[in-house]
Structures are given as structure tokens and as C-alpha cells.
Nanobody, 114 residues
């Protein structure tokens, strides 16, 4: 059974940091490029960052230089280190493959106060 379990969100002040984790089960994790997505209230879900099986990374312009995606294939886990957080980063954050073909998890709420 495929399962994506995101964690690590919370309430943080602007300028602060959070590290999100996503535990993946039910797929051969190391064979899949992964991504982090977010959905702010009233907005569509957007792709924030991706990491290939070879650990090549890409970022949305809005988070470039502040967020870092990484993966641990031994733990079937993908991470998102978020630094210099801004109120505009407030959203529910989700992980999925880079083409989002898996069922979505519950996400983890990130709230950045000004």
C-alpha cells in the first residue's frame, strides 16, 4: 500500500527555519524522483522543489536559495530544509513523486508569522 507521511511543520516567525520530512512506503523509493509541493489557502498546489534519483535538484524561483531538498534512500525519506521563511511560505506542504502520480498524503501545515 502506497503511503506518504509528511511531518515537521509548525508555526514559525519570519526569518526562521523548519525541516520537513516525508516517509514513503509502497514504492521502490530509490527509483523515483521526488518533489515537495505546497498549497496556500485559495491557491492551486504548486511544485516547490524536486530531486532526481541522482540527487539533481531544482527549485521554484520563489524558494531558490532558501530551501534545500534532500533524500535518504536507506530511510525511504525525502526532506525539505526551509530557511529564511517568509509569510508567503505559509501553506500545507506535501511530498510526491516529481510527476505526482501517487495518492496524496495529509500534508503538514507550515505557518509563518510576520
Amino acid at each position: 500500500q502506497v503511503q506518504l507521511v509528511e511531518s515537521g511543520g509548525g508555526l514559525v516567525q519570519a526569518g526562521g527555519s523548519l525541516r520537513l520530512s516525508c516517509a514513503v512506503s509502497g514504492i521502490i523509493f530509490r527509483f523515483n524522483a521526488m518533489g515537495w509541493y505546497r498549497q496556500a489557502p485559495g491557491k492551486q498546489r504548486e511544485l516547490v522543489a524536486t530531486i532526481t534519483t541522482g540527487r539533481t535538484t531544482k527549485y521554484a524561483d520563489s524558494v531558490k536559495g532558501r530551501f534545500t531538498i534532500s533524500r535518504d534512500n536507506a530511510k525511504n525519506t525525502v526532506y525539505l530544509q526551509m530557511n529564511s521563511l517568509e509569510p508567503e511560505d505559509t501553506a500545507v506542504y506535501y511530498c510526491n513523486t516529481d510527476n505526482s502520480y501517487l495518492p496524496w498524503g495529509q500534508g503538514t501545515q507550515v505557518t509563518v508569522s510576520s
